[in-house]
């Protein structure tokens, strides 16, 4: 089989790469899909797929080098939400394709070395050190003056491992909590800044910009997760002010250049200091997953900044000029937060779908699983995706979904909405068919 177009290799088949699948198949190019799940929806949807994990570099390597040989053209690599730069630096290197550096992918991935870089560079980030013992966590602690703390493993992603201290008596077992997350020993302590926090994606293409990915994150109910940290999706347009957004896009931006990258994208987590300005927390080389750049971005402002990483991967040429904002409507994602128990049943999911204003609805659970605590963003139920002309609309929207939708766990009936099991009181709470109530 001879192809004159093309080809894209994807990285991974899940529900986070089937946008950027679909999105090179509709720009006319052939697409190849590796996942080590069979089942994967990804793999039935590219043009070419394959069962092999990703991190199996050689597998992957002579499964490409198969297809070349049989006349598909594969000239370049990419992927959505999956945090491997590292592997798609070593898949590009041995092909010659376009693709993170192996420093940026080191740098990416491991976050004391980002954080180092990060430093070494002048940007802007809250004070951290590498911690072994409570007595280093005690010693930061006294040197920096702070509130509350942030620790984390150093290898993980998702909020896994990762838990706020505002206590003494947190100290060992957010430590212990940390170490049995981490896969390479190695613990990250920070200094919590409290502050709004933005989600950026930022494309670079040599000396251009452009940040066209820029969303306000939520947190709201986050204290009935303490001391583990959750968040709850984000809102778009930004509600920051066109002059900071301005300032935060380039904080972003010179980050993304600082971890070495110099034609492709980052997703930056921006948190803004009431009294140090806009501080990077961490940043990834890569395009988000979940809705951000699949659904959020798009359906707000009509930016489809996938296409443009795929045109860099596949070594085509860029205008960012073209990142221009074609529309604005007010767009939010939000997730159902249930807690441990089994599932018995679900009621209003049918309702959710048929609503015009629903952009997107998935639930992961079925009837009869045992859900477990909710520890990481692993663990979240579901989520779903609103539109409105008006950010009040939005809001009611969201309130509506959250008292609509319901799931029965071990008898008691839940809103998935992340607020403390303990608020029985509030008007928005669900009732079962015993009188009983509970939300979290």
Known sequence: MRLHKKALLVLGAGSDQCFMIQTAQQMGYYVVAVDANPLAPGLAKADCARAIDFSDLSGVIDYCQKLLDEGIKLSGVSTMGSDIPHILAAIAKHFGWPGPTEETGYWATHKLAMKQRFEKMGIPIPPYAQVESEADVMAKWREWGCDKLIIKPTDRAGSRGVRIIRQEEEVRAALAHAKSFSLNGEILLEEFIDGPQISTESIIVGEQAATPGFADRVYEGMECFWPNIMENGGWLPTRHRQADQAEISALAERAARALGIERGVAKGDIVVCPTRGAMVIEMAARLSGGDFSASLVPLSCGINYVKTVINIALDNPVDL??????????????YFFLPPGQLEAIEGLEWLETQPFCQKLEFYPSIGTQLPPILSHANRSGVFVLTANTLPQLEQQI???????????????FSGRPTSMQETSRSHLCLGEKGQSNDQ
Not at 321 to 334: C, I, K, Y
């Open 321 to 334: 000029s073209t990142l221009t904002p074609q529309h604005e409507l007010w767009v939010a994602n939000r």
């Open 399 to 413: 309130e509506a979904v959250y008292n609509q939708v319901r799931f029965k766990i071990e008898s008691n009936w």
